[in-house]
């Protein structure tokens, strides 16, 4: 009896081993070095499959060929040739020519490319779902040029607070190999903005990074004005990330069409394909049915055509992984309310009807930014009792906690700003207490009413301003 219980523990131990390959966090998979080293020999022949001829299977599975999938310079592409590109966006001036190094107008070379390139879905019900697809098949092909069936595709997890800054594996222009020797750095690309190379210094900010507020976001797409759970992450983290790393409209993570030529795109794309499970696994959230008949086509793993829905990712047909945190992804734990006093327990039974539903503090219209700093007074309106929505805004009611978002509607321009434009708060009678709110960036919006890549005449852009 002790010898079959003995072997019983056997088999579940090794049933424990075979588990689904996971996606781990760039700072677990770079504990292992051999790991590290698979990524960088996978995407150094990706890059070196780019100068196959073009008309070949190698060259379907390579580095230019996979960032083209996503967007491409050329007078067929959605954002049209290289010199149009930087004239639309103000971006000639030679200063910035070290943004476009290397960047040239493609021509898709068979039917094949045509069929599957500059397919990207920004500011769409569909960001997720084909973002998705591209990076399952993009995998598909670092394991093949890898020759690596165990290499999965890490990502960078900035939501953790430890990990703002840009991995370092990513910021030299060499490292060293076994043998000891530097050798050229295929996860290092040099026209990133100052700071973000090494020696690196620059860090994404905490507040942008936090998903806490969205993931608690019961919708998945827009509703009227209210902005849904993929929009906002489109917008922050995954825009902002994008213009952090390169001021938007700037090449290369700057740029929609080139964009995924830099490594850090693959890393960051699957933490904020990351978020999307981590949403999911949240109770009473779901996908839309809408968006689930949506096909598209990609080549696999051999080069060929392959078409897939939106649904195919859901019905267990195709996803064979999983990620290393896919649930309690937020960053603050929910704080439990605490029971009221008997005294203000009438109030509180009385602010919680009237907080129903969202209530509007304060409002101002029409700011214009015409300055590098601009201000807009918000008044907040007189208060006197615990039941007013104000007294909660702006006093911690640990009875009743509640969110306070300051919501930017209909923001437009008729020129792409070019930069990011950070928003704060402060107080009208002591501008000294300030605090920072967020950071709006415009990864892929046109200017109003210009025809193009997803123009979006008007945006929304809510921040979570509680603290």
């Known amino acids: 009896m002790k010898l079959f219980s003995r072997i019983a523990l056997i088999f579940v131990t090794c049933a424990a081993f075979a588990q689904t390959p996971t996606r781990l966090s760039w700072q677990e998979f770079s504990k292992d070095p051999n790991r590290v080293q698979s990524f960088r020999n996978a995407v150094a022949e990706m890059k070196r499959r780019s100068s196959e001829p073009q008309d070949s299977v190698l060259f379907r599975k390579s580095w230019q060929y996979w960032a083209s999938i996503h967007g491409y310079f050329e007078t067929s592409a959605k954002i049209k040739t290289v010199a149009e590109f930087r004239q639309k966006y103000n971006l000639t001036d030679p200063s910035l020519d070290i943004y476009f190094v290397g960047v040239e107008n493609t021509t898709p070379p068979d039917s094949i490319a045509q069929t599957v390139w500059d397919q990207c879905e920004h500011g769409t019900i569909y960001f997720f779902g084909w973002h998705r697809l591209f990076l399952f098949y993009f995998e598909k092909a670092l394991q093949d040029a890898a020759n ?26 060499t490292y060293k190999d076994s043998y000891g020797n530097d050798v050229p750095n295929p996860l290092y690309d040099a026209r990133r903005a100052p700071g973000w190379n090494d020696p690196s210094t620059n860090k994404l900010k905490a507040v942008a990074t936090n998903i806490d507020r969205a993931l608690k976001n019961p919708s998945f797409l827009d509703a009227g004005s209210a902005q849904g759970f993929q929009n906002i992450i489109d917008a922050t983290p995954h825009g902002y990330a994008h213009c952090a790393v390169n001021p938007c409209k700037r090449t290369v993570m700057g740029a929609v069409a080139y964009s995924s030529n830099d490594p850090i795109f693959w890393i960051h794309h699957a933490n904020i394909d990351r978020m999307w499970d981590c949403w999911l696994s949240i109770d009473g959230h779901s996908n839309p049915s809408s968006i689930m008949s949506k096909s598209y086509t990609f080549v696999d793993a051999s080069g060929a055509l392959v078409t897939k829905t939106i649904g195919n990712l859901f019905d267990g047909s195709l996803i064979d992984y999983v990620y290393q945190q896919a649930s309690n992804c937020q960053r603050t734990p929910t704080v439990r309310a605490q029971a009221p006093s008997a005294a203000k327990a009438s109030r509180v039974r009385a602010a919680k009807k009237m907080l129903d539903r969202p209530v509007i503090i304060g409002a101002a219209k029409k700011v214009a930014l015409t300055a590098a700093v601009t201000k807009a007074r918000v008044t907040l309106g007189a208060t006197a009792t615990l039941a007013h929505p104000r007294e909660f805004a702006l006093e911690a009611q640990p009875e009743l906690p509640v969110a306070t978002e300051l919501i930017l509607r209909g923001i437009h321009f008729q020129e792409h700003p070019g930069t990011s434009i950070d928003v704060f708060l402060e107080r009208a009678d002591n501008p000294a207490e300030r605090a920072f709110v967020g950071t709006l960036s415009f990864f892929w919006e046109e200017p109003e009413g210009e025809p193009g890549h997803h123009p979006q005449p008007k945006i929304t852009r809510t921040l979570d301003a509680t603290d």
């Open 148 to 173: 690596d069936p165990n290499l999965q595709l890490p990502y960078w997890d900035y939501s953790d607070t430890a990990n703002l800054a840009m991995p370092a594996e990513f910021t030299t222009p």
